[in-house]
C-alpha cells in the first residue's frame, strides 16, 4: 500500500518511432513498475530511452529509429535524390525541405503531481489550466539534423551517398498539452534535466567473477555512498589536520629533503649544465589534502563479511550474487542521498536478478518496498536476512576512523528499518520469472516481440480493470505461481496433470517432427480440467499462442464393460461430459456436440487462431482420458471398448512392461483397465522407460504439437 504522501512522478511514456516501439504506451505506478520480457523483447531499449531523455549530454542515432520509419525516410530521400526529371537546383531545395516532413523518435512523458507537491522547478512548464487535470507534459523529439547547404551540394554534385546527410539525430525539447499539442520550446535543455533525479543501474556492472577484478570495489562504492555525509567531510578534515600537525612534529619534510638531495644531486648537477645552471633548488613537502587522503581511504578500506565465532571474509572471497547484492543496496542508498522532493525521483535497475540466487531476488524485491513504500510494513523476520547483510559492512584498515564506521553502521538495514520511507519510483526491468512473481500483477508490464522489428507492451493494470471481482482475485492468487513463465514464453501449452507434462515435453525434447518447437521457449502450465478456461484471458490479452489439451471425461458407468462395442459407442455419444473446461469453450455437454465442435472447428476456438483445444475423439477410439488414448494405439485396438480377454490383456501388459494391473476376469477392455488406473505418472514412467511411445502417440496430442509449431 502506498504511504499517503505526495510526490512527483511519471504518470505516462508514449513512445513513437524507436527501435522496436513504434507506438506505444508505458504506464508507469507511482512507486514500483516491472517490465518483464524475453531476451531481445526491448527491454534493455526502454532503459536506454530513458536514460537518453533524464541525462544530459546522452542521445539517440539514426539507428535508434524503428525499422519501419528508417526505411520510409530512405525511400523518400532516396526518390528525390534518383529523380532525373529535376534540375540539381530543384533536388537541394527538395532535400532541404524534405527534413520536416521525414519521421521522428517522439516521447512524450506525463508528469502527475498532487496539490501538496512542492511545485516550484515545474511551475513554468503548465499547459493545460483544466483545474481536475494535474499534469506537466513534456515532448523529447530526436529529429534528423539539418545538414548545411555545401554538403547537400557536393553530394549531388559528386553524386555521393545521400543518406550521409541523414545521419545524425539532434534532440528538441517542448512542454504541451496531454495532447502533444500548444508546444512551446524549452530552449535551456538543462533546466528540463534539472527536474528529474534520474539514476539508473545497468545489467553490465562491473562486478565479476574474479578476485582481481572485484579487487575492493564495494569497499570504494561503499564510500561512494556517504562522500557527501557531513559527518563524513569533517572526518576528513579532522584526520588531514591530524596527519599533518604529526608530519610538522616528526620534521619529515626536512628529512626527505636532505635525503631527496644526496641520493641525486649528480643527476641535478648534470642538468644544470644543459640550462646555463638554472635549475632552482628541489624540495619535498609532506602536506596532505582532502582529496589525498580520500584517495588513500579508498586504497585501505576494505569491506570484510563477519562470520559466526569471529571469522573474517574479504570482500573478493565473498560469493559473486551476494557481493551483487550488496552492490544493488549501495546504488539505491546513493540514489536515496540525491533525492529532491521538488525533482520527479527514479531508480531505474536493469535486470538486477543477474547473479543473484532466488531468495536473494525475494531479499532485494522486499527492501525496495519498504524504503519507497510501495507495500505495508513487512513483518520483521521478513527482513532477518537483509539486515544480516547490511549489519557485515565492516571495515579492515590500518587506521581508526570511527567517522566513517559510524556513517557506514547509519545505512545499516537496523537504520533503514526505523526510517519513515521516502517516496520515488523505481522501474525494474527483469527476464526473472522468481523476480516477477515478487511484484503484485498491477505493476508489472509485459514486452513481447511481435515480429522481429516490433514489440508490444501489454499492461496487466489495464488488463485486472477489465475483469470480474472474482477473476481478478482468481488472477492475483494464481498468477504467482502459475502463471508467471507465460509472459516470458514464445508458446503455451496447458494440460491436466503430470502424466500429460512427461509426455509432451518427452515428444518436444526427442521427436524430430517437434524440431522446431524444441528451439522455441515453451511455457508448460498445469491447469486441470476445471480451471483450465480461466486461464484464457490473460492468454488472449498477452496474444500467445497457445494449445489447451484436456480429458474429455464423459460419462462411465461400471456395467459398460457387459455391453456391446458397437451399441456402447452410440450411448457414449448421447453422454454428458464432466470436463468444465471443454463445456465452457464449446458450450456443450453433449459428446455428440463436442464432437461435432471439434470437427467444424478443428479444435481452433479463438477468432484470432491463438488457441486450440484439443481432446479425445472418434479418432483415439472413443477414449476419455490420454491413458486410454494411448493404450488404444499401443494395442492396436478399434475402439477403448473393444473386448479383450485376460490372457491377451495380461500378456499385453507384460510385453510393453507397463505399470498397469492386469485383469482377474475373463473378459476385460480398455477403458475398464485404465478405469482401475490408480498411479497415472507410474503408468507413463513404464512407457517412457520401455520406449514405448513411439507407436502410441494419441491423435489429438500429435494433431496439437503440429498447430503449435506452425
Aim: aromatic fraction near 10%; proline fraction near 1%; hydrophobic fraction near 35%.
Amino acid at each position: 500500500m502506498r504511504v499517503d504522501e505526495p510526490m512527483l512522478r511519471i504518470k505516462k511514456i508514449k513512445v513513437k518511432n524507436f527501435r522496436k516501439f513504434h507506438n506505444t504506451d508505458l504506464q508507469m505506478d507511482a512507486t514500483l513498475t516491472a517490465i518483464a520480457g524475453s531476451n531481445n523483447a526491448g527491454k534493455t531499449s526502454i532503459v536506454e530511452l530513458m536514460s537518453s531523455i533524464f541525462t544530459p549530454g546522452k542521445s539517440l542515432s539514426v539507428e535508434d529509429i524503428s525499422y519501419s520509419a528508417r526505411k520510409d525516410d530512405i525511400q523518400r530521400i532516396q526518390s528525390i535524390f534518383n529523380d532525373e526529371s529535376i534540375s540539381d537546383d530543384e533536388k537541394l531545395e527538395r532535400l532541404l525541405e524534405v527534413y520536416s516532413f521525414l519521421n521522428k523518435i517522439t516521447v512524450l512523458v506525463s508528469i502527475e503531481y498532487d496539490d501538496d507537491d512542492n511545485l516550484h522547478l515545474f511551475s513554468d512548464y503548465l499547459s493545460d489550466y483544466d483545474p481536475q487535470k494535474k499534469n506537466y507534459y513534456f515532448i523529447i523529439e530526436f529529429e534528423y539534423k539539418i545538414a548545411k547547404l555545401k554538403e547537400i551540394q557536393d553530394v549531388i554534385i559528386k553524386n555521393k551517398n545521400v543518406e550521409e546527410l541523414f545521419s545524425s539525430l539532434e534532440s528538441i525539447i517542448y512542454y504541451c498539452d496531454e495532447n502533444g499539442e500548444d508546444r512551446i520550446k524549452i530552449k535551456n535543455k538543462d533546466v528540463f534535466y534539472n527536474l528529474f533525479n534520474f539514476h539508473c543501474v545497468y545489467a553490465l556492472r562491473r562486478l565479476s567473477d574474479t578476485s582481481e577484478e572485484k579487487q575492493s570495489f564495494l569497499s570504494k562504492r561503499l564510500l561512494k555512498t556517504v562522500e557527501n555525509n557531513e559527518r563524513w567531510s569533517n572526518g576528513l578534515d579532522k584526520l588531514v589536520e591530524d596527519i599533518n600537525e604529526l608530519l610538522i612534529e616528526k620534521d619529515l619534510s626536512s628529512q626527505m629533503d636532505a635525503l631527496t638531495i644526496d641520493t641525486i644531486k649528480q643527476t641535478l648537477f648534470e642538468f644544470s649544465k644543459t640550462n646555463g645552471g638554472n635549475t632552482g633548488k628541489l624540495g619535498i613537502d609532506f602536506r596532505l589534502e582532502n582529496q589525498d587522503i580520500h584517495k588513500v581511504i579508498l586504497e585501505f578500506s576494505k569491506i570484510y563479511f563477519e562470520q559466526d565465532g569471529g571469522g573474517k571474509i574479504k570482500e573478493q572471497k565473498q560469493g559473486l550474487g551476494y557481493s551483487n547484492l550488496i552492490y544493488l543496496l549501495l546504488e539505491t542508498q546513493i540514489f536515496k542521498d540525491k533525492m529532491d522532493s521538488a525533482k520527479v525521483n527514479l531508480l531505474v535497475f536493469e535486470e538486477p536478478e543477474a547473479h543473484l540466487h532466488p531468495q536473494m531476488e525475494n531479499i532485494f524485491i522486499q527492501y525496495l518496498n519498504r524504503i519507497n513504500g510501495s507495500e505495508e510494513s513487512k513483518e520483521a523476520n521478513h527482513l532477518t536476512a537483509l539486515t544480516a547483510i547490511s549489519s557485515s559492512y565492516n571495515l579492515i584498515s590500518s587506521y581508526n576512523f570511527d567517522v566513517y564506521n559510524e556513517v557506514a553502521t547509519a545505512s545499516s538495514m537496523e537504520e533503514v528499518n526505523k526510517e519513515k520511507p521516502q517516496l520515488f519510483q523505481l522501474f525494474i526491468t527483469t527476464h526473472s520469472s522468481e523476480m516477477a512473481k515478487l511484484i503484485k500483477l498491477s505493476r508489472v508490464r509485459v514486452i513481447r516481440p511481435q515480429s522481429h522489428i516490433e514489440s508490444s507492451v501489454f499492461d496487466l493494470e489495464q488488463f485486472l480493470i477489465g475483469l470480474e471481482p472474482d477473476e481478478v482475485q482468481f488472477y492475483n492468487k494464481f498468477f504467482q505461481f502459475n502463471m508467471i513463465e507465460m509472459i516470458f514464453a514464445d508458446k503455451v501449452i496447458l494440460f491436466e496433470g503430470d502424466a500429460e507434462r512427461l509426455l509432451i515435453k518427452y515428444l518436444v525434447a526427442t521427436d524430430k517432427n517437434y524440431r522446431s518447437l524444441a528451439s522455441q521457449y515453451i511455457s508448460y502450465i498445469q491447469v486441470g480440467g476445471a480451471y483450465a478456461h480461466n486461464y484464457l484471458k490473460i492468454i488472449k490479452y498477452l496474444k500467445i499462442k497457445t494449445l489447451l489439451l484436456s480429458d474429455l471425461d464423459y460419462e462411465y458407468e461400471d456395467d459398460d464393460l457387459k455391453k456391446e462395442a458397437l451399441s456402447l459407442i452410440g450411448e457414449v455419444h448421447l453422454r454428458e461430459v464432466s470436463n468444465q473446461t471443454i463445456i465452457t469453450i464449446t458450450g456443450h455437454k453433449i459428446v455428440k456436440d463436442i464432437y461435432n465442435f471439434q470437427i467444424s472447428k478443428k479444435g481452433v476456438f479463438d477468432a484470432n487462431n491463438l488457441i486450440c483445444l484439443k481432446f479425445q475423439t472418434f479418432k483415439d477410439g472413443y477414449a476419455r482420458t490420454l491413458e486410454d488414448a494411448i493404450l488404444v494405439n499401443l494395442f492396436d485396438k478399434r475402439t477403448v471398448f473393444t473386448k479383450v480377454t485376460r490372457e491377451e490383456m495380461n500378456s499385453l501388459i507384460q510385453t510393453n512392461k507397463l505399470c498397469l494391473a492386469g485383469s482377474k476376469g475373463s473378459i476385460t477392455s480398455i477403458r475398464d483397465r485404465i478405469a482401475k488406473l490408480s498411479k497415472k505418472t507410474d503408468f507413463m514412467y513404464s512407457l517412457l522407460e520401455n520406449e514405448r511411445l513411439s507407436k502410441a502417440i494419441p491423435k489429438y496430442i500429435e494433431e496439437g504439437l503440429i498447430w503449435l509449431q506452425a
